[in-house]
């Protein structure tokens, strides 16, 4: 009896035992029915994402992890961290370069919950969405692919760029906005390309300079310095190119008897032309500098032409012979010696004048010269011919009249009041 009894014990303890593993199977059975994320995986580690642990953007959306870590210990860096602040701060990362691991299409824009562009907030459709794919099929939705672009293009270089929150099982996390010293993305040193800025800036972590040409995108600091002392040269080049026309100019005014008497006045004309076409090029160059609105080019630029000017202008336009920034009153003093002579074609003081009065100073026997702009004469006075003069001026590429000539290249004389033009 007593044996029967154990024995009816022992089943009845078997079956307890039993039913309770069965309980634990059926409890077990039962998790694998909670919403974890919503079947979708943590770009991160692979492993089943849950539904708390997430980050979420802007206007919404949410991107969903697992809960391998806490990140109460992320200090002691980047493998201590959550995995939702990890894919924040490092979002990057983890865009996946093989699209197809997401599906194809939009299928949350079906469901009842509004999609909303993280970038501008517009409201995606069917129609408009665009996204990017995350590793392991995770997905970000866009209304454009500008706002998508503008989103993948800031990623590298923002951590968290367009993070609202980052949410730990319900909770926000310890290391939310934290970024890993390892994460954190060198500045690139400017970014885009444009070849005129809205108003002076730099490129230094800004817009990129397009310099001139389509290919000459000043990208690094070794262009940008490159293109910094071709920009100080250009200046100086132009100043030098100056220079040497004027020069060679007086060299063929000055020695009519030397080597250039074989090249005729229209190939000296032709020289001469040449070269202020170069210059006139380095000039324009120099103007297109100006409106790229670059800050540090535009220095380069300033530099060069004071440095040019220092070096290549000399004071002989300050002189008491060279008096064309004056009235010149010795006009109606020295009435005697004095020449005037109308010139056809000067465009500008700057550049005609100054190469009328420099070549008019050349001409031996000259005591003071004066260009009158407003009324295109020159007034010279001096012991110099007449037909010297001229010559000096047709060398020049002007055409030239003798308005008056000297007290001694006239028979009858005449008084001061003959004509000043």
């Not at 009328?356 to 012991?383: D, M, W």
């Not at 001229?390 to 290249?409: H, L, Q, T, W, Y």
Request: charged share 15%; net charge neutral.
């Amino acid at each position: 009896m007593q044996q029967a009894r154990a024995v009816v014990a022992i089943v009845l303890a078997l079956a307890a035992l039993a039913m309770g593993h069965m309980h634990d199977m059926g409890d077990m059975h039962g998790m694998d029915h909670m919403p974890m994320g919503n079947g979708k995986h943590c770009p991160i580690c692979n492993m089943n994402a849950e539904d708390a642990w997430y980050i979420e953007m802007k206007h919404g959306q949410r991107l969903f992890t697992c809960s391998m870590t806490t990140g109460d210990n992320f200090a002691a860096g980047i493998h201590a961290f959550s995995h939702p602040a990890l894919l924040g701060a490092a979002m990057s990362d983890y865009v996946a370069t093989d699209v197809t691991q997401c599906a194809p299409g939009c299928a949350d824009c079906s469901n009842n919950t509004t999609l909303l562009d993280p970038v501008s907030g517009a409201t995606i459709t069917s129609d408009n969405a665009r996204f990017l794919c995350f590793a392991r099929g995770q997905k970000l939705y866009f209304a454009s692919e500008t706002t998508k672009s503008a989103f993948a293009a800031a990623l590298p270089s923002q951590p968290y760029f367009g993070v609202q929150s980052v949410m730990c099982g319900g909770r926000t996390c310890p290391d939310a906005f934290q970024v890993p010293a390892q994460v954190v993305a060198d500045a690139p040193f400017c970014t885009g390309a444009s070849v005129m800025l809205s108003g002076f800036q730099s490129t230094v972590h800004g817009t990129c300079v397009k310099l001139f040409f389509q290919s000459w995108v000043l990208d690094t600091p070794f262009k940008y310095a490159l293109a910094f002392t071709g920009i100080f040269l250009l200046p100086l080049g132009n100043e030098y190119l100056v220079q040497t026309r004027e020069s060679i100019r007086m060299a063929f005014v000055k020695a009519r008897s030397s080597r250039y008497n074989s090249l005729g006045k229209r190939s000296r004309k032709l020289i001469l032309t040449l070269l202020y076409m170069v210059q006139m090029t380095l000039a324009y160059f120099a103007m297109l500098v100006v409106m790229i609105y670059d800050t540090g080019l535009f220095f380069a630029l300033i530099l060069g032409f004071g440095v040019g000017f220092a070096l290549f202008k000399s004071e002989k336009t300050l002189s008491g012979k060279s008096s064309g920034m004056v009235p010149a009153a010795w006009r109606f003093d020295d009435t005697d010696s004095l020449t005037v002579l109308s010139i056809g074609g000067m465009m500008c003081m700057q550049n005609c004048g100054n190469t009328v009065q420099n070549a008019l100073e050349l001409v031996p026997g000259v005591h003071r010269v004066f260009i009158g702009f407003n009324e295109k004469c020159a007034y010279v006075s001096g012991t110099a011919t007449t037909k010297a003069l001229c010559s000096a001026i047709e060398d020049c590429g002007f055409e030239v009249n003798v308005v008056r000539p000297p007290k001694a290249e006239t028979p009858s004389g005449y008084g001061a009041a003959f004509h000043l033009a």
